[in-house]
């Protein structure tokens, strides 16, 4: 069996709340923050379970898998199968702490040198998905997206943020403050492909771990 890592998902405040945002004007923006603890990180790079991660908390594991996936948008290769799903995420614009109107799933792998998100975004009308900009570090406010916030020195003070639309578009920076302040100046090594379907849209994002530090 492939050893794992235990993940721990913030919840409780803005910043560390998973979410599916609901727009008032009927439009779905998927949004996700991660909060990914200092633990959890430094059992990234020695491939055992993470240690002193708080239970009270939701937690998915990522897979320690041989050779990672080729990040194509498409979530068909077998380490993707060996990841659990995490689902169940809530609400925090318009009606905080509800269930999302639209199911996601999100899925964790990594290997020697990098971690990889899997993440499928369900939508009951994808033919209202929106999906505009195209450049790096655009304005993603517009159209639909998913953001990753990771907090790998697990201080709730500073976190790299990461965030991309259903045609692959990505936006990056650093938090620090307590999310205060957004430095774009910040661009970090990483990659993401997306696709929109018949069943919502995909995105697939590889991150490697140097860029993290």
Same mark, same amino acid.
């Given at each position: 069996?492939? !050893? #794992?890592?235990q993940i721990?998902?913030?919840?409780g405040?803005a910043?560390?709340t !998973?979410?599916?945002q =609901?727009?008032?004007s009927?439009? $779905?923006?998927?949004?996700l ?12 790079? &020695?491939?055992?379970?993470a240690s002193?991660?708080?239970t @009270? ?6 897979v320690?898998?041989?050779r990672?996936?080729r =990040?194509d948008?498409f979530l @068909?290769?077998? /380490?993707?199968?060996?990841?659990q799903?995490?689902t ?14 639209e199911?996601?799933?999100?899925? $964790?792998?990594y290997?020697? #040198?990098?971690?990889?998100?899997? $993440?499928r975004?369900? @939508?009951?009308d !994808?033919?209202?998905? =929106? ?5 790096? @570090?655009?304005?993603?406010d ?9 907090? &790998? ?5 500073n ?6 639309? !259903?045609?692959?578009?990505r ?9 205060e ?5 910040w661009?970090?090594v990483?990659? /993401?492909?997306?696709r929109?379907?018949?069943s919502g849209?995909v995105?697939?994002?590889v $991150? ?6």
């Open positions: 069996m492939k !050893p #794992k890592v721990q998902l913030g919840h405040t910043q560390e !998973p979410v599916k =609901v727009r008032s009927g439009w $779905i923006r998927k949004m923050s991660f909060l990914l603890g200092g633990a959890a990180f430094a059992a990234f790079a &020695t491939s055992i379970w002193a991660v708080r @009270d908390r939701p937690v998915v594991q990522a320690r898998v041989d990672g996936p =990040v948008g @068909d290769e077998d /380490c993707w199968k060996l990841a799903p995490a169940g995420f809530l609400q925090r614009e318009p009606r905080e702490g509800v269930p999302a109107t199911r996601t799933e999100v899925r $964790i792998v290997d020697a #040198k990098n971690l990889y998100f899997g $993440i975004c369900y @939508d009951s !994808p033919g209202r998905i =929106v999906a505009t900009q195209l450049a790096r @570090d655009g304005d993603l517009g159209d639909d997206h998913l953001s990753l916030v990771l907090d &790998t020195y697990h201080d709730r003070r976190a790299f943020y990461f965030s991309v639309n !259903p045609l692959g578009a936006l990056d920076g650093y938090l620090t403050d307590e999310s302040r957004f430095d774009m100046n661009n970090g990483w990659d /993401c492909r997306a929109v379907d018949s849209w995105a697939e994002i $991150i490697p771990f140097r860029t993290l530090r």
